[in-house]
């Protein structure tokens, strides 16, 4: 029903900034709640951030409060992630998902993008 493209990514050092973008697919969405997750190889996926199709709302995982960001332009079918004061255990790949009617929850994405690497080194 969507598509995701992450981008963004790269190599940084501790306390650099970066802002993951996700570009999407389709005239419909505004009415995704938009995600971004990572992963470490072995790991599972882990929430990091959420924001609710309309804007109004946003999640965060605790150990990303206050240096993450998320925020979404519909206008571009576009959402962000801006990462601010990054640490060598935000090292993952990053992925961008998307779901219908979602939020609050975090288990109901459906949809996946390839991810980004996000490489911190200390």
């Known amino acids: 029903q969507v598509q995701l493209v992450e981008s963004g990514g790269g190599l940084v050092q501790a306390g650099d900034s970066l802002r993951l973008t996700c570009t999407t697919s389709?005239?419909?969405?505004?009415?995704?709640?938009m995600g971004w997750f990572r992963q470490t190889p072995g790991k599972e996926r882990w929430f990091v951030a959420a924001?609710?199709?309309?804007?109004?709302?946003?999640y965060y995982a605790d150990s990303v409060k206050g240096r993450f960001t998320i925020s979404r332009d519909n206008a571009k079918n576009t959402v962000y992630l801006q990462m601010n004061n990054l640490k060598p255990e935000d090292t993952a790949v990053y992925y961008c998902?998307?779901?219908?009617?979602?939020?609050?929850?975090?288990?109901?994405?459906?949809?996946w993008g390839q991810g980004t690497q996000v490489t911190v080194s200390s």
């Open positions: 998902g998307a779901g219908r009617y979602t939020l609050p929850t975090t288990s109901g994405f459906g949809s």
């Open positions: 389709g005239r419909t969405f505004s009415r995704y709640d």
């Open positions: 924001i609710r199709s309309s804007g109004d709302s946003t």
